[in-house]
């Protein structure tokens, strides 16, 4: 990286040992105004200052973990119940096969067994059906 790019002009070709001891506002887009306000704020007026200022090393530090951080194990269980729920939504979202001119063939609503059906189709339709009966029959 070329460091001449995020020090304004005036501090251009100066060595880094120069540039830590410059004033805040040798780093390209903090003005006068923005270093004063970094002094009065946090007693920071050299560009090592900022960089040793606790809050900067703490969040440096947060941002470079929450890279590498896992997902606990409420977020892995969400995500998997997400995931699950548009594979019932959308079931045609599943890949294609290997050979391509075939694609996962499911069974039609109607003919899944309720042991294997999680919404009881099979059980709703008996329901019907004897309700239907009894229905006939009062009439």
Known sequence: MNIDTVVDKEYVGQSFRALADAPTSALRGISAKDAKALAQAFNVHTVRELANLEFVKWAAAITTLAEQEQETPAEQARETLLDSGVEMTFPASDPVSVDAGITRIEVAPE????????????????????GLKEEAATH
């Open 111 to 130: 003919t899944v067994d309720a042991h294997d059906d999680h919404q009881h189709a099979g059980k709703v339709e008996q329901s019907t059906a004897k």
